[in-house]
């Protein structure tokens, strides 16, 4: 028998289906699979290239978490968690098992949502295209072969791009759903090809079962260096995550999603999503040379239908353009996806309008409220509908894929940076000299020194000034920097436009703390920004 089938079938998610069922395929098979159903094409050097139609992003308004019981009291609802019936989603349920039956192929992976055996979730993944079924198995952790044979479940995901929702009988808001529940411990995801969803479903249900044992999961990606001093990244999608830890002088935990125990930091994942579009060979040489190895799943690339060569900068198809691709793709990689407890902690901001300097060394307060707050920019393609950077407020730096309340995860934070006596830095990786549209984006060869002189330890020894609207210290000058940038008012033209746009920064800082003052010390409270009279 084929150890790569599990003793314990569909039948154990209650599923009954006709279909030829493909279980656990490798990479190779896959693609072949894939190809030959006309789901993509390989490129010139190697990588699947697909297209996934409209849905070029996540479709976050369409994301529900069923309420009942166990959840009306333990998910924060609200603008990110939007709450469907029990009842829409047993129609919803029994419409997905119904479209299940007649299907002629369907492709299953068996994995694990975590890199550390003891705060993993075991995870069944069950897709009708082939190249979803690459793009998860990619992605999340692979299991050793000998315990496929008796995998069993904790949560299923079905993903089923061709059903159509009915908002009138599912509750849904279009034809487009995603549906998790908790208690069921079932995904139901349908009416996109956007793979993205399958990868943050797990996430999701990681970031609700991981608080309560104390282990904070967490949106940020982490590398160590040399000595073993982890650096841990947060940051919404293109504030430079991926990019900014693929450090070919320090070994890559992860690029996107970890969880932060008493031992460890661990990945969630076994791959990484990076943003292709005008990927630079010169500025990230490392992701640029996934894009030419067979194994990457590359989505919405422009590619030459004779040469089959790539445009990385061609956004006809999505400005959101990605690719999948091993962890092991980026040399010198953490062989078990963990490393030692940080002794940094860099909050990554693409601050859209020009306001922040591109580092800044917080207290541990200020770090609790940066934290909450979120600010960044949402960067074009990451959803549907945003197509140039807006700035935005996204707690703990991934409000859309937290069931818990922010205060949850803000105290699993401040305890561990107490405990660790961890630094932390605030990085914008926005815009210089002007808002966006007026100014520029940040070197990145400015940021890469900025931390390199931030992790190694040397940036502590710097002279630092206090911002005066943000009260966080700022360097005045740093080695192989140009100095003018380190002053952010200093680079707009207009010194009287800096103060207003900065005054008006600091109130939407103030407004949308607004929410979480009541869940915090005074101490964090104390931390906000405050318009002071410029020295």
Known sequence: MNERIP???LEAQGIETRADL?????????????????EGKLSADGPLVVETGPHTGRSAQDKFIVKNAETEGSV??????????PDDFAALKADFFAALVDKEDLYVQDLYGGSQPENRVRVRVVTEFAWHNLFIRTMLVRPEEPDLRDFAADYTIIDLPSFRADPARHGSRTET???VNFTEKLILIGGTRYAGE??????????YLLPPTGVMPMHCSANMGPDGDTAIFFGLSGTGKTTLSADPARTLIGDDEHGWSDTAIFNLEGGCYAKMIRLSADAEPEIFATTKRFGTVLENVVMDPVTRQLDLDDARLAENSRGAYPLDFIPNTSIENMGPVPRNIVMLTADAYGILPPIAKLTPDQAMYHFLSGYTARV???????TEPDATFSTCFGAPFMPRHPSVYGNLLKARIAKGGVDCWLV?????????GV????????????????????LNDAEFRTDPYFGFAVPVSVPGVDTAILDPRGTWSDKGAYDAAAARLVDQFVENFAQFAEHVDEGVRRAAPRVMQHA
């Open 380 to 386: 074009a393609g990451t959803e549907i509908g945003v």
């Open 198 to 207: 399958m990868k943050k479903s797990v996430f999701g249900i990681l970031n």
């Open 22 to 38: 493909h279980w656990n395929l490798t990479t190779a098979r896959l693609v072949e699979i894939a190809v030959a159903r006309g």
């Open 428 to 436: 914008n990786t926005g815009w210089t000299g002007g808002k966006y």
């Open 439 to 458: 100014g520029s984006r940040m070197p990145i060869k400015a940021t890469r020194a900025l931390l390199n002189a931030a992790l190694d330890g040397s």
């Open 76 to 85: 924060w609802w609200g603008k990110s968690n939007k709450a469907m019936s």
């Open 177 to 179: 759903v995603i549906a």
């Open 7 to 9: 003793t314990l079938g």
